[in-house]
């Protein structure tokens, strides 16, 4: 996701480093990148470890697969199987110029999980992860999936409107695009300091943690990522969120500084009918990082109730 406490801050000039993606195999191969190839020919990466229950992780913005490190070595150790996939325009997926949108992105998110024929998964999404799940729930409905969870999710909606009065201003999330546009390089490490919680008094900064978030971030498209930032601050997922008919735990942080907690968590807890809403007391928006060991620890407790 974004961070309204950057959004605002002049990025310094400098160009931007574009990373093509990798080498990807030919339709119906399968080599040790995974990918699965959608309808509009896009390939998306994915990972797939261990066996056991499938356990299905959408990462958030700018990020990709590798920002769920910390839950799927834990999870996977613990006899479940976890998949994780870039989305297109981020990490190791291709860079379409088309499809850059959230309807897209479920359908993405579909494609892999048809692909792998799994049943009875649980979906877990992490910011912009979080309307990924909710849309794709909202598209496709629960025939596979047995649980949701909503991690600094960005639901029900980020934008301040007319039915969403305490929601951000445009003005933060062109703030966000002219950044990108102008120096995404000095501007995703500029971000990673709030995400982190890094600018918080005593807070302890890791330098490696700040750096993964720039390598990350760096990997996927611009073009990708700007048209991504239209969908995790416009879209309203609150149609989404009351189709969903599964158990659901929605944690977020009370010190979120980039998905304000009270205009997001609390309000999808009250939007899906089986929502449990756990608050992590001074967490930042990088809670699966920096609270790693409290979340992993929910996941399991969640995944085996």
């Known amino acids: 996701m974004t961070a309204p406490g950057v959004a605002m ?55 990709d697969a590798d920002a769920w490190d910390a839950q799927m070595l834990f999870l996977t150790q613990k006899g479940y199987r976890v998949i994780a996939h870039d989305r297109r325009g981020h990490g190791r997926s291709d860079q379409p110029s088309n499809g850059n949108d959230m309807d897209t992105y479920a359908d993405d998110l579909a494609a892999v999980i048809n692909a792998l024929a799994l049943k ?89 943690m700040i750096d993964e978030f720039w390598r990350e971030g760096m990997l996927g498209s611009i073009k990708g990522q700007y048209e991504c930032i239209k969908q995790f601050s416009e ?4 149609a989404d969120l009351k189709k969903i008919d599964v158990p659901t735990l929605i944690l977020h942080g009370d010190d979120d500084q980039i998905v304000p907690i009270d205009d997001s968590a609390r309000l999808s807890a009250k939007l899906v009918k089986n929502a449990t809403l756990k608050v992590y007391p001074g967490a930042s928006h990088g809670m699966c990082t920096t609270e790693a060991d409290k979340v992993n620890a929910d996941l399991l407790e969640f995944l085996q109730s």
């Open 235 to 238: 879209v309203d997922y609150t």
């Open 9 to 63: 801050a002049a990025a310094t000039a400098g160009s931007n480093a574009h990373a093509g993606s990798p080498s990807h195999p030919q339709h119906g191969e399968r080599h040790t990148m995974n990918t699965v190839t959608t309808r509009d020919g896009t390939r998306i990466f994915f990972k797939d470890w261990g066996s056991g229950k499938p356990v299905v992780f959408s990462h958030g913005w700018p990020l």
């Open 120 to 208: 009875g998964a649980t979906l877990v999404g992490h910011s912009t992860g979080g309307g990924e799940v909710a849309r794709y729930i909202g598209r496709h409905g629960t025939s596979r999936v047995a649980k949701a969870v909503l991690i600094g999710a960005v639901p029900p909606i980020m934008l301040k409107t007319e039915s969403n009065p305490n929601g951000l201003p445009m003005s933060v999330f062109d703030g966000i695009r002219a950044n990108v546009a102008s120096n995404r390089s000095q501007f995703y490490k500029d971000l990673a300091v709030p995400f982190y919680g890094f600018n918080r008094p005593n807070a302890k900064v890791s330098q490696g």
